[in-house]
């Protein structure tokens, strides 16, 4: 296939390449994408229980939730997709892996240099310094930080909530560099991946999309799953 072809030589030929992953690369380990209809879990739908507020309400309802989901996801394994980035990072050392995906699978995996832009399902972090803990299964309503006493909340970007600057940060740093961005599961016309591949596309850097249904129509674009199309470009 001659797409296919293209990819590699531009992969190949690139000093920095950058990959971006959504919900598609999950859905292909059988991770649920949480949304709409499928989304509903005792009859909540994310957006009542994935919000500042609905912690504030009744935490341990959230916790209930989260708890569910972390021990779902955790039945799950990492697909080729996610196993053939490992190969591409062993020709390049120093590529990015940036994540819209909250499920630990590309950590799993054996990923490198991880961005995960929404929290981690498999973490919890202090609301008072910061810090980041192994996530239990929380079982009362307000488990503390063994470091400060302050409250731990799961390490997630809830609706209405901003990306942690620190995490903006590396995703500039990593947009700047990057001759190459490859665009996995995600839909291009959701932010932020629509805003990463414009802006890098403004500067004439390529964009392969890997998709079942591509949908940026700047991109290379490769139609198929990333289980699928993945290992064709790292072998
Ligand atoms: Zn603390």
């Given at each position: 296939m001659?797409q296919?072809?293209?990819a ?12 971006l ?7 292909e380990s059988g991770v649920?994408?949480f ?8 009859n909540y739908r994310?957006?009542e ?5 609905a912690?504030?309400r ?7 939730w ?16 996610h196993?053939a ?7 390049h050392p120093e590529m990015?892996v940036?994540?819209?995906?909250v ?12 961005v995960?832009?929404h ?16 996530y ?6 307000s ?6 006493g302050?409250?731990l909340?799961?390490?997630i ?20 560099k ?5 665009i ?6 959701v ?6 591949a ?8 390529k964009?392969?999309?890997i ?5 940026i129509?700047?991109?290379l ?7 699928e199309v ?6």
């Amino acid at each position: 296939m001659d797409q296919i072809k293209l990819a590699r030589d531009l992969l190949d030929k690139s000093l920095n390449p950058l990959f971006l992953t959504g919900a598609g690369i999950s859905a292909e380990s059988g991770v649920p994408t949480f949304r709409g209809e499928n989304g509903l879990w005792k009859n909540y739908r994310p957006e009542e229980l994935a919000t500042p507020e609905a912690f504030r309400r009744d935490p341990a309802v959230v916790w209930e939730w989260y708890n569910w989901r972390k021990s779902l996801v955790s039945q799950k394994d990492p697909n080729a997709g996610h196993l053939a980035i490992n190969f591409i990072q062993e020709r390049h050392p120093e590529m990015g892996v940036i994540t819209q995906n909250v499920d630990g699978l590309h950590q799993r995996a054996g990923n490198k240099n991880l961005v995960e832009l929404h929290g981690n399902l498999f973490f919890a972090r202090c609301v008072k310094c910061n810090g980041i803990v192994e996530y239990q299964d929380y079982d009362n309503n307000s488990p503390q930080c063994e470091s400060c006493g302050g409250r731990l909340r799961p390490h997630i970007v809830w609706f209405g909530e901003q990306l942690d600057p620190e995490v903006i940060g590396r995703v500039n740093r990593y947009l700047q560099k990057t001759d190459l961005l490859v665009i996995v599961g995600t839909s291009g016309v959701v932010y932020p991946a629509a805003g990463f591949a414009s802006t890098v596309a403004l500067r004439g850097v390529k964009v392969i999309e890997i998709n079942p249904e591509p949908v940026i129509d700047f991109a290379l674009q490769l139609k198929g799953g990333a289980g699928e199309v993945l290992p064709h470009l790292s072998g």
